[in-house]
């Protein structure tokens, strides 16, 4: 198959795809497929696809009034601290308490080994460490 008409395709589908998406994981597949394809061929596609799943499936980054008010949020009194690693996309353990934000409840937020972090409340995955 010619490179060309590839990479024509791969175009076409992912200015449909974007247009017609409701949620950043489908684009972020039908991308990571799309480019997989034009490097890999089929194999590249599948690896693509995937990838692209897991990368597009990240929530949007929190805005910057949501960071402010994590940041100025009071400290609670009791220390909390983990043998974890905090880590961005990782949910936090079960015994962590998050607080919502309270005018954006797509967030919350958790204050852990002194660091402060934004989180997805249903899934408790960590959006953001606060440096």
Do not use: C
């Not at 200015?15 to 972020?28: D, E, K, M």
């Not at 940041?71 to 009194?77: F, R, V």
């Not at 204050?111 to 440096?131: A, C, G």
């Amino acid at each position: 198959m010619n490179i060309k008409a590839v990479g024509i395709a791969a175009s076409i589908l992912l200015a449909s795809t974007s247009a017609f998406a409701q949620s950043s994981t489908v684009t972020g597949a039908v991308g990571g497929a799309a480019t997989g394809a034009i490097v890999g061929g089929p194999v590249g596609a599948a690896v693509g696809g995937i990838v692209g799943g897991v990368a597009g499936s990240v929530i949007d980054p929190p805005p910057q009034k949501v960071i402010t008010y994590v940041q100025q949020a009071p400290a609670p009194t009791e220390r909390v601290v983990v043998k974890e690693k905090v880590v961005v996309g990782q949910p936090l353990p079960e015994t962590v308490v998050v607080t919502p934000v309270p005018d954006d409840p797509k967030y919350a937020y958790a204050i852990i080994n002194d660091q402060r972090v934004i989180v997805e409340p249903s899934s408790r995955k960590v959006i953001q460490v606060i440096q």
